[in-house]
C-alpha cells in the first residue's frame, strides 16, 4: 500500500481537476453507446445561447443535469447527456452588429445580407465554443462527440421538414395580424418573449365629439398616440348612457377624422368610462373587435416606433415625442379633460428590454389550439410529469389559453424561412429544398427574407439532435428522452413548445420528466444582473475553490422549484468539507496496510463496525430513493451529514485504538470496514463532487479504472444491524452529555475522571467502556446495576436507560476552581454595575440613539445571565 501513502498532504483542486477531466474525455468515459442489453437515460442540454458564457444559472442547471446522469452511468444505463448551442438570432446578430459598428464602422446593410451571414458564421467559429469550453471546468460529463447546434446541417433540415410539414397540414399560415413589435431588436415577437412590469404612468381623458353636436363622449386612454389611428368608439349595447349614440359618428379629435360609435360586449361598462377607443392596428383586444366589425386598421408606426404618414403633422416623431405634442395639443384646444395617475404593466422585449408596440404586421403564425391538444393530454394523463407538480397547473393553464404563436422573424441570422414567392404569378410555395423557379408558372422566385424564431429550432431539439428527420440508431434508442433539467422562466419559451412538437412530429413525448429548478439569487434575494453589477462568475469560484466546492454549494439545499440564495460562505464551507474528506482520508490511507477491497466475515465485525456498516447502508437506501425523486438537497445533505458526523467525527475516532494497537485481533477488520465505507460512500458522493472522489477512490484498494464507470452501491439487508445501531446511539448519546458537561466546567482534556454508570442495560455499556475512556476522558468505568458506592460529591448525568456519575474532585482541583470563579464573578458584577449604571442615566438613555441603548440592556442582560451560573457554580463548590 505504499502507492495508497503517497497521497498529498492537502487536496489543490487546481493540480486535480483539469487532469482527471482530461483523462475521463481520454478514456471516453461520457461516450454514449446504443446497448440494447442496457437500458437508456438520455438528456439533452438546455442549448446556452453560443452568444452566451457561464453564468450561475447555467452552473446550476449543469450540475443538477450532471448529478443525475454520473448517478445513472453507475447505475448501469446507457447514458447520453447530449451537449449543444443554440444559435440565439436576435442576440447574436446584434451582437456582431456591435462588433462591426465599433472596430469598422459598419452596418449590416453596408455588407448586405450574403456577407453579413459570413461575419456572423466568422464570429460563431471564433467564439462560439467559449461557454462550451467553460462548461467543461464544471466537470460535465457530455457526450462531446455528439455535440449540436441549432443551425448546424442536420437540425436545420429537421426545421425545414418540420416548417413544410406543418404548412402542408394548414398548421402555418401567413397572415396580417396584431403582433408583438420590438422597436429596438425591430422585428416581431411572440407572446413568450414579452415580459411585462409594473410602471407608472397616466390616464389621458379626453373627448370625442359626436359630429354636427356639442355632445361628446369621454375616453380614457394610456397610450394617447395610438388615437391617430382610431377608427371606432366602443360602447357596450346595453350601457343606457350610450344607447342613443351607437350607429352615430364622431370627430376623432386633432385628426378630425369621422369614426363610428359601436356596441360590442368586449366593453367592460363599469371600468373607466365605458367608452373604449378601437385602434385595430395597435391593440391585440381592439385587433378582434375591428374584425368582427370589419374596421378599417391603421397603422400609425414605423418599424423604429416613429409616427408614419397616417399621423399627419406628427409625422417623423418618435412615439414618446409625439404623445408629449398630442398633449399638448388636446390641452390647447380644450379637448383634454384631465390626467390621472395609473399603474399598468407595461409590454417589454426580453432581450433588449424596450417596451413593445402591439401593431398588425404581416407575419407567418402557427395555429397552436390543434397542436395544443396532444400536449395537454401527456400531462394531464401522467405520461410527461412536472416536478414539482405545481408546475403543471401552470403549463396547463398556458396551453389552454394559447395564442397562435408568430415565428417569423425580421432578422438575417437564423434559419430563413422556406418559402418563395413568384414575381410573375404571386404564387407562394414553401418547399424541403431550394428552388430557382415557380412550380407554377416557371417564373422567377424570390425567398422570404425572414427567418424564424429562434425557439423554433429549439422546439424541435430533443429528436432533431439524434438525427431526425431521419430514422438513425440515436433517435430509436435514445427517444423519448428520459429526463429535462431547466428553469421554471422558460416553462413557456421552451418546454411547452418541446412537448407540443415531440406529440405532433414523433408521436410520443419527448421526455418522461420536467424537473424544474429555480434561479440563483443574491446574497440579499436579488436576481442576479449586469444592470445591478451583483453577478458571480463561476469560472472565479472554481479558480479559487474548485468545481467541487461550487457543484456542492449549488446542490446543497436546493429543492425543485425554489429560488436559492448564493453566498461565499457557503462556497467556503463546501471547501472545508472537501478538505474533511481529503484529511479523513489521507489518515484511513496512512493506517492501511490491506490491499484488497472487502468485508471482513459478519461474526469477526465489532460493535463499531456494525454500527457504521449499519448507517452506511441506510444511507445507500436513502440517497438512491432520494435522486429516484429529484431530491438532489436531500440527498447531499444525508451525505454531508453522514461523511461529516459519523464516519469522520465518529468511526474513525472509534477505531484508532484498533488501528494503533499492533496486538489488536480486529486490526484488519477495521482497515477493511474503513475502506469498505468509505470507497462506497465516495461513490455516493461522486455524481456531486467528481474529482475529489476520484483522486480518493483511485489511492484507495479498488477495481476497475475510474469511479464514474463503477457500480453504484446497492442496500444489503445483512447488513441492516438494528439493534447495534440502538445500542451505538445509546452509547454516544452519553459520550456526548459527558463532553458536554465538562465543557461547562471548562475541563482540560487531558484532565481524567472516573465515570460510574448506573444501569440495566449493563451489556451496552460493557461494549462502550473502551469509547468511554478514549471519547469521553474516564479514566475507569464502573458499571452497575444499582445505586451503590456513588461518591456524594458528584456530578451527575441522566440519558436513555442510564444514570451517569462523576467524582467532582476528578473533574475539578475544588481551590483553583472557587478562586478563578470568585475572579470572575468580580469582574461580571463589575460589569453589571458599569452597564446598570449607563441605563439609569436619564441623559444617556434619551440622547443615545435607540440601537446603542437597545444593545446595551442586551450586554446587561447577557452580564446578569453569566453572573447567575457563576454564583450557581460557586455554590455547588462550597
Not at 76 to 91: F, K, M, N, R, V
Request: glycine share 6%.
Amino acid at each position: 500500500m505504499e502507492e495508497a501513502k503517497n497521497i498529498a498532504k492537502t487536496y489543490d483542486p487546481q493540480q486535480v481537476e483539469e487532469r482527471l477531466y482530461n483523462e475521463w474525455m481520454e478514456k471516453g468515459y461520457f461516450r454514449a453507446e446504443v446497448d440494447p442489453d442496457k437500458e437508456p437515460f438520455t438528456i439533452v442540454i438546455p442549448p446556452p445561447n453560443v452568444t452566451g458564457q457561464l453564468h450561475m444559472g447555467h452552473a446550476l442547471d449543469e450540475t443538477l443535469q450532471d448529478i443525475l446522469i454520473r448517478w445513472k452511468r453507475m447505475q448501469g444505463y446507457s447514458t447520453l447527456w447530449l451537449p449543444g448551442t443554440d444559435h440565439a438570432g436576435i442576440a447574436t446578430q446584434i451582437k456582431v452588429e456591435e462588433m462591426l459598428r465599433k472596430e469598422e464602422g459598419l452596418s449590416r446593410y453596408d455588407l448586405g445580407r450574403e456577407k453579413f451571414l459570413e461575419r456572423v458564421w466568422e464570429w460563431k467559429h471564433t467564439y462560439g465554443n467559449r461557454i462550451i469550453n467553460q462548461l467543461k471546468k464544471l466537470g460535465s460529463s457530455c457526450d462531446w462527440s455528439r455535440e449540436r447546434f441549432t443551425m448546424d446541417e442536420g437540425c436545420s433540415k429537421a426545421v425545414r421538414e418540420v416548417f413544410v410539414n406543418l404548412y402542408e397540414k394548414g398548421l402555418i399560415y401567413q397572415g396580417n395580424r396584431i403582433i408583438n413589435w420590438c422597436p429596438n431588436c425591430v422585428t416581431a415577437l411572440s407572446d413568450a418573449e414579452v415580459e411585462y412590469e409594473e410602471k407608472a404612468g397616466h390616464f389621458w381623458y379626453i373627448k370625442y365629439y359626436v359630429k354636427d353636436s356639442d355632445e361628446f363622449i369621454t375616453i380614457a386612454t394610456t397610450r394617447p398616440e395610438t388615437m391617430l389611428g382610431d377608427t371606432a368608439v366602443a360602447v357596450h349595447p346595453e350601457d343606457e348612457r350610450y344607447k342613443h349614440l351607437i350607429g352615430k359618428t364622431l370627430i376623432l379629435p386633432l385628426v378630425n377624422r369621422e369614426i363610428p360609435v359601436i356596441a360590442d360586449e368586449y366593453v367592460d361598462k363599469e371600468f373607466g368610462t365605458g367608452a373604449v377607443k378601437i385602434t385595430p392596428a395597435h391593440d391585440p383586444n381592439d385587433f378582434e373587435v375591428g374584425m368582427r366589425h370589419n374596421l378599417p386598421q391603421i397603422k400609425v408606426m414605423n418599424d423604429d416606433a416613429t409616427i408614419n404618414h397616417h399621423g399627419g403633422k406628427y409625422e417623423g416623431m418618435d412615439r414618446y415625442e409625439a404623445r408629449k405634442a398630442i398633449i399638448e395639443d388636446l390641452t390647447g384646444a380644450g379637448l383634454l379633460l384631465q390626467t390621472k395617475d395609473h399603474v399598468h404593466n407595461v409590454g417589454q422585449c426580453y432581450r433588449c428590454g424596450t417596451t413593445v408596440e402591439p401593431i398588425t404586421s404581416k407575419q407567418w403564425f402557427v395555429k397552436m389550439k390543434p397542436l395544443a391538444e396532444a400536449a395537454i393530454k401527456v400531462v394531464k394523463d401522467g405520461t410527461i410529469q412536472f416536478v414539482p407538480d405545481r408546475f403543471s397547473k401552470i403549463y396547463l393553464n398556458w396551453m389552454e389559453n394559447v395564442h397562435d404563436w408568430c415565428i417569423s422573424r425580421q432578422l438575417w441570422w437564423g434559419h430563413r424561412i422556406p418559402a418563395y414567392y413568384c414575381e410573375d404569378c404571386g404564387e407562394t410555395i414553401v418547399s424541403k429544398e431550394d428552388i430557382t423557379g415557380c412550380t407554377k408558372c416557371g417564373g422567377k422566385v424570390i425567398q422570404d427574407p425572414d427567418v424564424l424564431d429562434t425557439w423554433f429550432s429549439s422546439a424541435l431539439w430533443p429528436f432533431s439532435t439524434l438525427g431526425w428527420p431521419e430514422e438513425t440508431d440515436d433517435l430509436n434508442y435514445f427517444y423519448p428522452t428520459s429526463v429535462l433539467v431547466t428553469g421554471y422562466d422558460i416553462i413557456f419559451f421552451w418546454v411547452a413548445r418541446m412537448i407540443f412538437s415531440g406529440m405532433e412530429h414523433m408521436k410520443k413525448e419527448p421526455f418522461k420528466y420536467v424537473f424544474i429548478h429555480g434561479i440563483v439569487r443574491d446574497s440579499e434575494g436579488r436576481k442576479m444582473s449586469k444592470s445591478l453589477g451583483n453577478g458571480i462568475d463561476p469560472l472565479e469560484v472554481i479558480e479559487k475553490y474548485g468545481a467541487d466546492a461550487l457543484r456542492f454549494t449549488l446542490a446543497t439545499g436546493n429543492s425543485p422549484g425554489n429560488d436559492m440564495r448564493f453566498y461565499w460562505e457557503r462556497v467556503e464551507a463546501s471547501r472545508n468539507f472537501a478538505n474533511k474528506i481529503w484529511n479523513a482520508s489521507r489518515f484511513v490511507l496512512m493506517n492501511l496496510e490491506i490491499n484488497e477491497n472487502k468485508l471482513p466475515e459478519l461474526e469477526k465485525l465489532t460493535l463499531e463496525d456494525k454500527w457504521i456498516l449499519s448507517r452506511y447502508n441506510n444511507l445507500v437506501k436513502e440517497v438512491t430513493d432520494n435522486l429516484d425523486k429529484f431530491e438532489l438537497g436531500i440527498a447531499v445533505q444525508k451525505l454531508y451529514d453522514f461523511i461529516w458526523d459519523e464516519f469522520c467525527d465518529w468511526y474513525i475516532e472509534l477505531v484508532k485504538p484498533r488501528l494503533y494497537d499492533k496486538q489488536s485481533t480486529s486490526r484488519l477488520e477495521a482497515q477493511y470496514v474503513l475502506t469498505y465505507v468509505l470507497s462506497n460512500t465516495l461513490k455516493l458522493l461522486h455524481p456531486f463532487m467528481p474529482f475529489i472522489t476520484e483522486e480518493i477512490w483511485k489511492h484507495l484498494p479498488h477495481e476497475g479504472e475510474s469511479i464514474m464507470i463503477s457500480a453504484w452501491p446497492k442496500y444489503h439487508e445483512q447488513y441492516n444491524f438494528v439493534e447495534e445501531e440502538k445500542q451505538m446511539s445509546v452509547i454516544m448519546a452519553a459520550i456526548k452529555s459527558i463532553r458536554n458537561i465538562r465543557a461547562e466546567m471548562n475541563v482540560a482534556p487531558s484532565r481524567k475522571a472516573k465515570l460510574y454508570v448506573v444501569t440495566a442495560n449493563v451489556e451496552t455499556f460493557q461494549k462502550g467502556k473502551v469509547f468511554f475512556e478514549r471519547l469521553a476522558g474516564a479514566s475507569e468505568v464502573i458499571l452497575s446495576a444499582q445505586k451503590e458506592d456513588i461518591p456524594e460529591d458528584a456530578v451527575s448525568v441522566v440519558v436513555e436507560g442510564a444514570e451517569m456519575f462523576i467524582p467532582l474532585d476528578d473533574l475539578v482541583d475544588r481551590e483553583k476552581e472557587i478562586e478563578r470563579l470568585e475572579k470572575e464573578k468580580q469582574n461580571l458584577e463589575k460589569e453589571v454595575q458599569r452597564v446598570n449604571s449607563k441605563l439609569n442615566n436619564h441623559g444617556f438613555v434619551s440622547k443615545a440613539p435607540a440601537h446603542v441603548v437597545e444593545e446595551e440592556r442586551q450586554k446587561g442582560q447577557k452580564y446578569a445571565d453569566m453572573l447567575a451560573k457563576v454564583v450557581e457554580r460557586l455554590k455547588s463548590l462550597k
